[in-house]
């Protein structure tokens, strides 16, 4: 890939690199303001952020805990396939959260809304860093990589959604419930929760990013259709690590999480196959072209 950025609507010709700096912080500075603005929005909706978001997951009647409870009876008394129909029920106790600091909750409120404005702004941010490195492409690339706005963003939901409503869950109710002694009493810290819950969240909307870095680690030549395939067992290890960091110690939910990363594994390798075919297309149009322009020079 070609880096060749211009000025734009300033000016012809090449930026310099104090030009470069100052282009890029204020596309900075407004993905800051956009972060900002819903992080008040998202403080200013702190009933709805933390009754119906952030501590729904733990209530029973949290539609994935019902889910999997239901699932439990009809596969136990259709199927026969567990014998205790509330083996799969998670988070049937109501879990306590407790605040053991005098400004606990003030600054829960705002760790909460600068992490739901992170999260609504992210399509924000991937667009003003898309428009800060669109010149550097040429049109062709541009052409290709203008749905990757779009597509990154709806995969970082996917993601998020993905952990709140699958992760999420399980993980509190393992966590919760886990004990080494009944002497010891689980009093689970408000920020511990939160902490538990977001970073499961982001984590799950960061990894499945992995088509868009797929896409432009080919477009920049750092890897190949055929690279990806030939350490496909060596990728398949570190899915199933990074699925043991971002869930709880138990099978069930690794799966969960691995199943997903190891389809989009296989969708990155085909869209780095399709990258690799438009590359190679465009170098042969390229030799075409220039075979027939010095074709012509040689006639005149």
Not at 163 to 190: C, M, R
Not at 196 to 221: H, Q
Not at 222 to 239: E, Q, S
Request: proline share 4%; hydrophobic share 50%.
């Amino acid at each position: 890939m070609a880096f060749n950025w211009k000025k734009g609507k300033k000016g012809d010709g090449e930026m310099s690199f104090l030009e470069h700096l100052e282009e890029l912080r204020w596309h900075i500075i407004r993905s800051i303001l956009a972060i900002v603005i819903l992080m008040v929005v998202a403080f200013l909706f702190k009933n709805f952020i933390f009754g119906n978001v952030i501590l729904a997951p733990k209530d029973p009647q949290f539609i994935t805990n019902r889910i999997f409870c239901q699932l439990g009876h009809y596969l136990s008394e259709r199927w026969s396939i567990i014998k205790n129909p509330d083996l799969l029920c998670i988070n049937t106790k109501q879990l306590n959260l407790i605040s053991i600091k005098m400004s606990g909750q003030i600054t829960t409120h705002i760790t909460v809304a600068l992490v739901a404005g992170l999260i609504l702004a992210f399509p924000v941010i991937i667009w003003e860093f898309w428009k800060f490195f669109k010149p550097a492409l040429h049109s062709n690339e541009a052409k290709y990589a203008r749905g990757a706005v779009l597509f990154s963003s709806a995969l970082f939901f996917t993601g998020v959604l993905f952990g709140y409503y699958l992760l999420a869950p399980l993980s509190i109710h393992f966590l919760s419930s886990y004990t080494i002694s009944p002497d010891v009493v689980n009093q689970i810290n408000i920020r511990s929760y939160i902490g538990t819950l977001t970073s499961i969240c982001l984590a799950t909307g960061l990894v499945f990013e992995l088509p868009i870095i797929a896409f432009f680690l080919t477009r920049i030549g750092v890897i190949t259709p055929d690279f990806m395939r030939k350490y496909r067992k060596h990728a398949i290890v570190v899915i199933f690590i990074v699925a043991a960091i971002i869930t709880p110690p138990d099978v069930f939910s690794q799966m969960l999480v691995c199943i997903p990363l190891l389809l989009l594994y296989e969708v990155s390798i085909f869209i780095s196959w399709r990258v690799m075919k438009r590359k190679e297309k465009d170098h042969s149009d390229f030799m075409k072209d220039d075979t027939s322009f010095n074709t012509e020079n040689a006639t005149t």
